[in-house]
């Protein structure tokens, strides 16, 4: 393993420093329905000296998190688990979706860890890094009052097949001008270039079930479909997505936001 490193394996896995290194991170992502245990085996680090070992649950990229504050479970702070802290009281650490990550720092050659990644199944699987630019997905939030994101970090076309929101069997059908604020179970679409979904552009809303499919190009580096859910409900949504092209993003055309995330906004 790499002072910088970004790993999609089950395994054993060991950093040993051939030279002070100080700003290192490994990023783990398994499948969307997997959590990710990662185990210590061995941690030979200093940490009166300086060194530290620290596992992250989610990313970090640029100071942004995924899942955001708002939809993870635990607050920020206990999302951070400090080995120098905790030390091997706690030796298995679970993330709380597919994406999990270490941050270290050791000065003395030959120093390091070795640690071992193995994965579980998730049944109902919330936030989500996508590891392909292609693939299918049904989010599913049965009766929890939960945030569920979906991220791809890729400019995609999104095909929206299927949405359930159990709160309207015709009975609250109000179409009202003011979007789906208000409503305790929704979808909505976002785009941006950061990995925090709380800090993306909305792009679409949808609280009205339907069969679709609506399709949408989201010319951003990373695109999100959210899923906010009251608890009182069993919701699913179910899309599809593929990269786009290079010559789709050169010529964005029909509903598509390309321009807004290439200027950069």
């Known amino acids: 393993m790499g002072c910088l490193d970004m790993l999609s394996l089950q395994g054993q896995f060991t950093f040993t420093a051939d030279r002070p290194q100080l700003h290192c991170a490994a990023f783990f992502i398994s499948e969307p329905e997997e959590f990710i245990t990662i185990h210590y085996d061995l941690v030979s680090i200093d940490c009166q000296g300086g060194d530290f070992l620290k596992v992250f649950d989610g990313w970090i990229l640029k100071g942004e998190k995924f899942p955001s504050s708002q939809d993870h479970p635990l607050p920020t702070a206990e999302r951070y688990i400090d080995f120098c802290e905790s030390g091997l009281s706690r030796r298995s650490i679970r993330s709380s979706q597919n994406v999990a990550m270490i941050f270290f720092r050791v000065h003395e050659p030959g120093n390091g860890f070795t640690l071992t990644i193995k994965t579980d199944p998730n049944l109902f699987p919330c936030n989500v890094i996508s590891q392909t630019p292609n693939g299918k997905f049904t989010l ?126």
């Open 140 to 265: 599913v939030v049965p009766h929890q009052h939960r945030n569920c994101s979906f991220s791809i970090i890729y400019p995609v076309v999104i095909k929206i097949s299927d949405l359930t929101l159990g709160h309207l069997n015709g009975l609250q059908l109000k179409k009202s001008s003011a979007g789906c604020e208000g409503i305790g179970d929704f979808v909505e679409l976002l785009g941006g270039t950061g990995l925090d979904p709380s800090k993306m552009m909305p792009l679409a809303d949808l609280c009205y079930p339907f069969h679709g499919p609506a399709q949408m190009k989201v010319g951003c580096d990373n695109t999100v479909v959210r899923m906010v859910s009251s608890g009182k409900h069993i919701n699913r949504v179910t899309f599809e997505y593929r990269q786009l092209e290079p010559y789709e993003l050169e010529n964005p055309n029909g509903n598509s936001i390309g321009e807004f995330c290439l200027s950069g906004l």
